[in-house]
């Protein structure tokens, strides 16, 4: 069962709007949450993370928010740009057992962000 | 080279094949993993070395053998694999295995067709 969802497999937006992509988790214990880009033919690279005492983490262009009580996080991206078009992978940790290392990822949304 | 390579990129290998997958880092981390990622499906844990010492082996079979000889190098050895393994094999490495969960730098992958 996913315990890591993303529930848009793609989501198309025009250049110069915002761009919000969807992740919602059932296990309770998850209390840190990352957001990766994946560009084709390259690995992951991490974007943006948030621990479970904030709702909302900014960092230039991108800004997470948590909803705890929903569980559920949302990346924004504000103003998309064409480069950001890639695959966005929410991936959470904390789990039971405290292996902080474990990172349980979703399957990915790709973003399109058309000129 | 600079972050994390990853040799070769694309292999393609029969069933009573033996290959290694190689991964070097180069940002003097201290953990490195191997993860896979299968078609439609989200990045799973496959291990996870922290000081060369395996912490981790979640539940993967034992046709994939995991070697770490130094916190710089990952191998992944492959032999008598199935067609359902064939998938995008990534490693990754982090700083060390923290309270939190320290950032995770991707490798670009390899991409395995087993015949």
């Known amino acids: 069962d996913q315990q890591v969802k993303q529930n848009s497999p793609s989501l198309s937006v025009q250049e110069g709007r915002i761009s919000i992509l969807n992740c919602d988790y059932t296990n309770s214990m998850f209390d840190y949450f990352l957001w990766y880009k994946k560009y084709p033919a390259e690995g992951p690279t991490f974007l943006i993370s948030?621990?479970?005492?904030?709702d909302k983490n900014e960092d230039g262009r991108f800004t997470v928010f948590l909803n705890k009580s929903a569980k559920h996080l949302s990346l924004h991206i504000v103003p998309s740009q064409p480069g950001d078009s890639a695959v966005y992978f929410c991936a959470a940790s904390g789990g039971s057992g405290g292996s902080n290392y474990k990172l349980t990822f979703g399957k990915g949304t790709l973003l399109t962000v058309n000129p | 080279e600079t972050g994390v390579t990853q040799t070769p990129r694309h292999l393609v290998m029969g069933m009573t094949n033996k290959k290694s997958l190689k991964c070097e880092q180069h940002l003097g981390h201290n953990a490195m993993y191997w993860y896979k990622q299968s078609a439609k499906k989200p990045l799973e844990l496959m291990f996870v070395y922290s000081l060369e010492e395996r912490v981790e082996n979640n539940s993967v079979p034992s046709r994939f053998s995991p070697e770490c000889p130094n916190s710089s190098h990952l191998f992944l050895h492959l032999h008598t694999l199935q067609p359902e393994d064939s998938a995008l094999y990534l490693c990754a490495s982090s700083q060390d295995l923290g309270v939190t969960a320290d950032t995770q730098y991707f490798g670009p992958g390899t991409r395995l067709t087993v015949l």
């Open positions: 948030i621990s479970s005492i904030k």
